[in-house]
């Protein structure tokens, strides 16, 4: 059997609905069709800076995902966590201490709207919902689609990973994806989402790790 590439084995995670959201295991299934873009990365800002602005420029590109292999250790993580932390177009939001964890909430800037990033990695202090194969962040570099109907209203400078254009998806499947991302989430988890799970947080790191 053919050994599973970076990209596939990250993908396959979200194909799975392993990280709770449907509408992302829909997506992807068909990367392509959904603007959905993969990118293996070094941990450094002036790398990560120009794949940002090279997704936000790019017509196709709706949803970009930077995958860091080099980064398998927990200092690894807290290097990129830095590096981010140097990128122009990368601001932390949220910083907060919740049971024990350093509680980080990146967003990348996209024109006038902020997007909430999303991390995963291969560590065990990461909730369920964001353990994947290799360390990975992903955004959205597009403004929210104009949707028809909406499940629960955002600011209007906000985008979440989830506003994905669902591309013909009836009111009724689209509010059956919803409410089974709530379940599935739960379930995986064990809880409701929390500081260290919800989706405004990139990473939740142990304070004695990241101090």
């Not at 080099?70 to 966590?81: I, R």
């Not at 194969?133 to 955004?139: H, L």
């Not at 906000?158 to 994806?177: C, N, P, T, W």
Request: charged content about 25%; hydrophobic content about 40%.
């Amino acid at each position: 059997m053919r050994e599973k590439t970076v990209e596939q084995a990250q993908m396959e995670f979200y194909q799975e609905g392993r990280a709770g959201c449907i509408f992302a295991a829909v997506a992807a299934e068909n990367p392509d069709k959904y603007g959905w873009v993969q990118k293996i990365v070094e941990v450094d800002s002036n790398v990560i800076e120009h794949e940002i602005q090279d997704a936000i420029n790019a017509n196709s590109v709706t949803t970009l995902s930077l995958i860091f292999p080099s980064v398998t250790t927990a200092g690894d993580l807290v290097s990129l966590v830095n590096e981010l932390k140097l990128c122009p177009s990368v601001i932390l939001e949220e910083n907060c201490e919740f049971e024990g964890f350093r509680c980080l909430g990146f967003r990348v800037r996209v024109g006038d709207s902020l997007s909430w990033v999303s991390g995963f990695g291969n560590f065990k202090f990461l909730p369920e919902t964001r353990r994947t194969p290799y360390a990975e962040i992903t955004f959205r570099v597009k403004p929210r689609p104009d949707y028809e109907w909406v499940m629960k209203k955002s600011p209007e400078n906000v985008i979440h990973l989830a506003d994905l254009d669902m591309l013909g998806l009836s009111r009724q499947h689209f509010e059956k994806f919803w409410e089974r991302s709530l379940e599935n989430t739960a379930n995986i988890l064990g809880h409701e989402p929390d500081n260290k799970s919800a989706a405004k947080t990139t990473f939740a790191i142990p304070e004695e790790l990241i101090a």
